[in-house]
Structures are given as structure tokens and as C-alpha cells.
């Protein structure tokens, strides 16, 4: 297990005995490429970008091109994208203070959810029109199509390898990534499209790679969205089942029940975790809190973790662990969720 500071602190708890309300920090997140480094990538990728747009956009008017325009369009959205990717990466380094007790960490979720949406805006007009010019299509100019999208492709190959080299762990940096990546096969197809309108005449070939493109849009746009929403609605990290940690964390020695287990996402790879574990009556409520401490971190990389630990109230003689009520019920008022026991389990 890698080194991390941890800081043993106590807060007020609700139960009774020594021990109670056992507190836990987390150790700093770090990742493998620098924010300032990560900054100096998109601002390059951006440069780029908005260099080509204003040629692109001219050039699709000139030849009547909608699949040149829906190209232009989409690198617009890229360019807002990582606009919008500069501007979280500032807000969540700002250090956590006053009601902001995270921080603006969540910015970066934000532009990735906005990214999602202009995606899908993005679509659904340039579906529209491909639709109509499929029934109606103009004149295009074939091999300014082609030319066009060849340099296109050249941009977005650069583009892309600009944010490849940034730390797309971040679903901020991600979502400008996929941007960038969804216009490269943009690019490409417009240039398929380009070719055979000028080999062909076969104009609705224009609209047909503009469907194509809207059709990777989708895919990407509701990805982001969906991923961003797991966030805010305080889901628990793909892969990583509740229950099943919940059960772990019954299971160590001394833990008689764990209740109000959350697991959740605050922002791009920095799950946390918080729960109320009771400790048989008598058990040293330290050394389990270095225990699940150690088997949340190795099992299930969870290094962001506020465990309170309390005493279990002492059962009547005579009476049956699993026959009593929930020993959480003295302890809290209204407890979330499932309750985990040391024996079979309950769910």
C-alpha cells in the first residue's frame, strides 16, 4: 500500500463508550500529468482549432457543402469545449473555503456535462438538415470538399494528440477529448463524401456522412452526459458495488454492523467514502479504524474515506444478536440505506 498521511482526529458521535465517533482525513490526490501542463495542451489544441474554423466555415458556404459546415459547427462546439475545460481546470484548483467545503472541484463536472449537451444540440440540427438536403440536395463542389477535409483531418490529428497528452482521467479533459476525436471521424468521412460526389456527381453523399457524424455525436454526447449525471446524483463509481463493500466492512474483526455506507464520486478519480461502523462492545475502536482503513485502500482504492466508529450498546442477557433490533437504532435516529451485519446479511 502506498504511504498516505492520515490524520486521527475525533468528532462528536451519537453513541456511548469509549472510543466513540472516531474520525478520519485523506490523503491529497494527485495525477499523472500537472495541471499547468494539462492547461498548456488545450490552450495549444484551441490555437488550432479556431485557426481552422474561420477557413472551414468560408470554404463550406463557397462550395455548399452541409457536411463542411456540420464540421465547422462541430469543431466550434470543440472549441467551446475546451474553452469550457480551461475555465473548471481554474475553478477546481481554487482551495476549499467558506461553503465551498470541496472546493469548486465539481467545475470540471459541469463543463463535462455541458460538453454532453452541446453535443447532442449539436445533432439533432445537423440531423435535421441532412435529413432535408437527402431529399433536396444541392450542388457540391467535390473537390473543395475533399481538400478541405484532407487539411481538416491534418488539424484534428494534431488536435487529438494535443489532449491525448493531457490527463484524460479527468472527465473535464475527456469530454474536450471526445470533442476533438468525434470531429477527426467527422473529417474523414466528409472527405469519403467529398470524393464521391467529385468522381460520382452523387451529391446526397454530403448528407449522408453528415448523418454519420451526427450518429457518433449522440454516442459521445450521451456517454458524457450519463457519466456527469452518475456524479450529481451522488452514484458510486462504476465497478464498485455498496453492498458488497458494506459486506467487507462487516466482516472485519470486532465490526458488529455498518449502516449509512455512501459511496460517491466528488470529482474526476476521487471517489470517497463515509460510513457509521459499531464495534463490539470492549473492541478497540482504533484498531479497526486502521483496518478498514487498510482494506478499503487496498481492495477497492479508497484512500478518501470518513469512517465514524462507535461502541455497540451491550445486548440483555439472554437475548440473540440477530433477534434484537438493529443496534444502529440507538445510535441514529433515521439511518440511510441497507444495514450490514456480521452475520448473514440483510439487504
Request: with cysteine.
Amino acid at each position: 500500500m502506498d504511504a498516505r498521511d492520515k490524520h486521527d482526529g475525533a468528532r462528536p458521535g451519537h453513541g456511548h463508550g469509549p472510543g466513540q465517533g472516531q474520525g478520519h482525513g485523506h490523503a491529497g490526490h494527485t495525477h499523472g500529468v500537472s495541471a499547468d501542463a494539462d492547461r498548456r495542451w488545450l490552450s495549444l489544441a484551441l490555437a488550432l482549432i479556431v485557426a481552422f474554423i474561420a477557413v472551414e466555415a468560408g470554404i463550406a458556404v463557397v462550395a455548399g457543402s452541409l457536411a463542411l459546415l456540420s464540421d465547422a459547427a462541430h469543431m466550434l462546439t470543440d472549441a467551446v469545449s475546451i474553452v469550457l475545460a480551461l475555465v473548471a481546470m481554474r475553478l477546481s484548483a481554487r482551495p476549499a473555503r467558506g461553503g465551498y467545503t470541496f472546493g469548486l472541484k465539481r467545475a470540471e463536472i459541469l463543463s463535462a456535462h455541458a460538453n454532453g449537451l452541446t453535443l447532442l444540440l449539436a445533432a439533432v440540427w445537423l440531423g435535421y438538415e441532412a435529413v432535408r438536403r437527402l431529399f433536396h440536395p444541392p450542388e457540391v463542389t467535390g473537390w473543395m470538399v475533399v481538400t478541405t477535409a484532407l487539411v481538416g483531418i491534418v488539424v484534428n490529428l494534431l488536435a487529438t494528440w494535443c489532449l491525448s497528452r493531457a490527463n484524460r482521467s479527468s472527465l473535464n479533459v475527456e469530454g474536450a477529448y471526445q470533442h476533438i476525436l468525434n470531429d477527426l471521424f467527422a473529417f474523414i468521412g466528409t472527405a469519403v463524401a467529398g470524393l464521391v460526389v467529385l468522381v460520382t456527381g452523387y451529391a446526397r453523399a454530403d448528407a449522408i456522412a453528415t448523418l454519420l457524424v451526427v450518429a457518433l455525436m449522440l454516442k459521445a454526447g450521451y456517454g458524457l452526459l450519463r457519466d456527469s449525471g452518475r456524479i450529481f446524483l451522488e452514484a458510486a463509481p462504476v465497478g464498485l458495488d455498496p453492498d458488497e463493500v458494506g459486506d467487507e466492512l462487516a466482516a472485519a474483526e470486532s465490526v458488529t454492523e455498518v449502516h449509512d455506507l455512501h459511496i460517491w464520486t466528488i470529482t474526476s478519480g476521487e471517489p470517497a467514502l463515509s460510513a457509521h461502523v459499531l464495534v463490539e462492545p470492549g473492541g478497540d475502536c482504533h484498531r479497526v479504524r486502521r483496518d478498514l482503513d487498510r482494506i478499503l485502500a487496498e481492495r477497492h482504492g479508497l484512500t478518501h474515506t470518513t469512517l465514524q466508529i462507535d461502541h455497540a450498546e451491550r445486548l440483555p442477557a439472554g437475548a440473540h444478536a440477530l433477534s434484537a433490533a438493529p443496534a444502529s437504532a440507538g445510535h441514529c435516529a433515521t439511518p440511510h440505506g441497507p444495514v450490514h451485519h456480521d452475520g448473514p446479511h440483510e439487504h
